[in-house]
């Protein structure tokens, strides 16, 4: 074991010995070259001037010697990242070691200057006292001394004493492996998890005080973990958006020091804002998700992460189906991203479906202003990719003829202010100067028109680019009290307001005496808003109706009847217990459980129903219960006349209804995953796929059984599906009947060729994860996968 110690410490010390040499050898080079280059591009006088035929060869010099110091500096920075690398993966124990090592010698040297100035403080009281004597005695006593001066610094020195303290500095490194060390098991006694908590939070505020975001958003993430294992879903959904938003902080803070951005942070951030938003939506709080997913996409399109940001603003669409203002605020977002970066086809298709959900809004100042910078920007996006007649919807078609046509007699009737009547834009002279610049494009005039779009932004008409999408709008919100017997109260606030503003405004206009953390803001579905969160962010709308509470007021109302409420629930379970226990007795057996899942395919759609046995609590093993059932043709052919698609299924849907027995229809869940042809539509068209999807989820919802979900899913996941389907009914995913053995047989890889995709996906090699010492129970199964489009047979 010695002998190993010392080829290590030997091995370092070689490695230590190699860099410090690449160190030195870098540096030089740089320096030499650089003094070299210096020389040659300095004039000593003026004999120098015949050396300007030699220009060209000391410009190659030059050349040379910045490529040689280029190289040297390139060195450098892969000898930080090689030392990097070999700290983190090979050397934990050795740097905390040196960081031991470290806190040990400074905290001695803190203790000898602490010594040192409290003997400097013994001796400056005593040579103080003397001088006292001595001006006391003397006649100096009346005038200004330089004693009096002499003892304002020891009183300062003194009161430096007092705030230094006699607490050493403790590593927080240290701390945080402490903290760890409570959460591990002892032999009778089980972590204090809540203990745990407020260490670890208290930690995460002193990092952050030390401008360690990076470490402080770690603790975050652990302070989650515990929250978990404590069951409060919704304060791990708060650590992990705070620490989510401290990594992104984190991420900042790099690139303003290294003018790059590291990718560390930011990946950590987006896998704490997909827990976060995974957690909303297993509570059904879409909102919230959707929110935190508009939150995620703007860091990211901030951050040069333009296709990142874009697929989150989809999600956030998709979540918000129900929220035409919140819709419009994600829809919004794509666009300012897709004509930043310069998707003009994708820009022009958001925004036709910004203008339909807008158009949806009721009549307001909101909606005239949206619809009017909405017409503006697609006559540009027209302008910019000009697409043939047979690919424009009516709505373009109205607007290039409108703005290419040379005469405009609407203009001109009656005082000559008239707009056309089918416009949205909201001044005459806006109109004009579109017109002006549409008009100077058509005939090959840049001159003109830069005037016509100069003129255009003294009227403050701008690109959803340059214009950001967080200007303040002034809203009207009503909030409703829950316990409260009183009509709900209309308040005037402004989109950029956070939930605790509007809180306070609450109390005030209603004169309660509860401080504002007390309230509890809530969205209609009950919940609850974070008080630093912003209205436009979370989606909220005109006119829309808030719900607010007193933070536990409902549990001091229930106080009285809770020993009611508990014997009648007494009485329930004992009337259900007794009822389980003869129907078991008299069947001898539960009653089987079934599942529907219905595969909408681009070609067909199948309905297949499955069963397992119920006494197994659902372990049990899954069988078909019948043949399945197909129809003609897939739910995306559906595009002209959506309500169809739902229709389509009722074949299906009526069979299943008569094979799966009456009793448990309640009780049968049903979903639907719609695969590569919706896919293909929501890309092409996104308002047509909501309808179709929205008509397929009624018709489903109108059967008797428990229906779960209708929704798109990726192409990675159904060849993922479809990877463990066929590893599974070939026994490849079992592990081995010996537990001394631990090797399980090699997967097959699979390849789904269907109607509009093509998916291919096969397990990787995970000899990676053992090599580098992780243990094997906890290596997960890696595999590759993608998938292609290609054109169905017609």
Not at 43 to 59: A, C, F
Not at 192 to 207: I, T
Not at 394 to 403: G, I
Request: charged share 25%; net charge negative.
């Amino acid at each position: 074991m010695d002998e190993g110690r010392k080829n290590i410490s030997a091995r370092k010390a070689m490695l230590l010995k190699e860099y410090q040499v690449l160190l030195q050898r870098s540096v030089k080079s740089i320096r030499e070259n650089f003094t070299e280059i210096i020389k040659m591009a300095k004039i000593g006088d003026d004999g120098q001037v015949s050396r300007l035929t030699e220009y060209e060869h000391e410009l190659f010099e030059m050349q040379i010697r910045a490529a040689n110091m280029t190289h040297a500096a390139e060195a450098l920075i892969k000898m930080v990242t090689d030392l990097k690398q070999f700290l983190i993966l090979n050397d934990f124990a050795y740097i905390n070691e040196s960081i031991t090592t470290s806190a040990v010698h400074n905290q001695i040297a803190q203790r000898e200057f602490r010594d040192k100035l409290i003997a400097v403080k013994e001796e400056m009281a005593y040579c103080l006292q003397e001088a006292e004597q001595e001006y006391y005695n003397t006649a100096l006593k009346n005038s200004v001394s330089v004693l009096d001066l002499f003892e304002i610094e020891f009183l300062r020195i003194k009161m430096t004493l007092d705030e230094f303290g006699t607490e050493l500095y403790v590593d927080p490194w240290q701390t945080f492996v402490s903290i760890k060390g409570k959460l591990r098991k002892r032999a009778f006694r089980s972590p204090n998890l809540v203990e745990v908590v407020k260490d670890y939070e208290a930690l995460a505020n002193r990092l952050l005080d030390e401008n360690c975001t990076e470490y402080s958003a770690l603790c975050r993430m652990n302070m989650a973990k515990c929250k978990n294992q404590l069951g409060n879903i919704d304060q791990e959904a708060v650590e992990y958006r705070t620490a989510g938003r401290l990594y992104i902080r984190a991420e900042k803070e790099k690139e303003s020091v290294e003018n790059r951005l590291s990718m560390e942070c930011l990946y950590m951030a987006m896998h704490c804002y997909s827990e976060a938003i995974r957690l909303h939506l297993s509570q059904g709080q879409k909102l919230l998700a959707a929110s935190l997913l508009i939150e995620l996409g703007k860091e990211l399109a901030c951050m040069q992460h333009p296709e990142d940001a874009i697929q989150n603003f989809e999600r956030a669409v998709h979540l918000l189906d129900t929220h035409p203002h919140a819709v419009g605020h994600a829809l919004r977002w794509k666009l300012c991203v897709e004509t930043s970066v310069g998707f003009l086809a994708d820009a022009r298709r958001t925004s036709n479906f910004y203008r339909q959900i807008v158009e949806s809004w009721p009549n307001s100042g909101s909606r005239k202003l949206h619809l009017n910078e909405l017409e503006i920007i697609t006559v540009m996006l027209l302008l910019a990719l000009k697409p043939i007649k047979s690919e424009m919807n009516d709505f373009e078609k109205r607007l290039l003829q409108r703005y290419s046509d040379e005469t405009d007699e609407a203009l001109f009737t009656n005082d000559g202010s008239l707009l056309p009547n089918d416009s949205y834009i909201i001044s005459v002279e806006i109109y004009l100067q579109l017109k002006s610049f549409v008009l100077a494009i058509n005939n090959n005039d840049p001159s003109a028109a830069d005037i016509a779009l100069t003129a255009m932004h003294h009227h403050n008409v701008k690109l959803v680019h340059s214009t950001g999408s967080d200007a303040s709008v002034p809203l009207r919100v009503l909030i409703k009290s829950l316990f409260y017997n009183e009509s709900s109260v209309s308040l005037e606030v402004d989109s950029d307001f956070k939930v605790k503003d509007v809180i306070n405004a609450y109390a005030y206009r209603t004169g309660r005496n509860e401080k504002d953390e007390e309230f509890v803001l809530r969205f209609h579905d009950h919940s609850s808003l974070n008080s630093e969160d912003v209205l436009h962010v979370l989606g909220v709308y005109n006119d829309e109706e808030l719900i607010i509470s007193v933070r536990g007021e409902d549990s001091r109302r229930s106080r009285n009847s809770w020993w009611w409420l508990g014997s009648v629930a007494l009485l329930i379970s004992l009337v259900g217990l007794i009822a389980v226990s003869v129907l078991f007795a008299l069947s001898g057996d539960l009653p089987d459980e079934f599942g529907i899942i219905i595969d909408a395919g681009s070609s067909h759609s199948g309905l297949y129903i499955y069963t397992w046995n119920g006494r197994k609590n659902k372990t049990g093993v899954i069988k078909q219960y019948a043949p399945s059932c197909s129809t003609e043709i897939g739910i995306s052919s559906f595009t002209d006349n959506p309500a169809d698609a739902g229709n389509s299924l009722m074949f299906c849907l009526n069979n299943a209804s008569a094979t799966v027995p009456s009793k448990r229809h309640s009780a049968t869940a049903m979903y639907l995953a719609a695969t590569a042809g919706m896919r293909i539509l929501e890309l092409r068209d996104p308002l047509s796929s909501c309808k179709i999807l929205s008509a397929v989820s009624n018709t489903m919802h109108s059967y008797n059984f428990l229906y779960k979900n209708a929704s798109i899913i990726s192409g990675i996941d159904e060849g993922i599906y479809g990877w463990i389907t066929s590893n599974f009914l070939s026994h490849r995913l079992m592990n081995s009947a010996s537990r001394l053995n631990d090797i399980r047989p090699l997967t097959f890889g699979a390849m789904d060729l269907g109607g509009a995709s093509t998916q291919i996906i096969f397990e990787i090699n995970t000899s990676e994860f053992t090599e580098r010492g992780h243990d094997k129970s906890t290596a997960a199964t890696s595999l590759y996968a993608t998938q292609l489009y290609h054109e169905r047979d017609k």
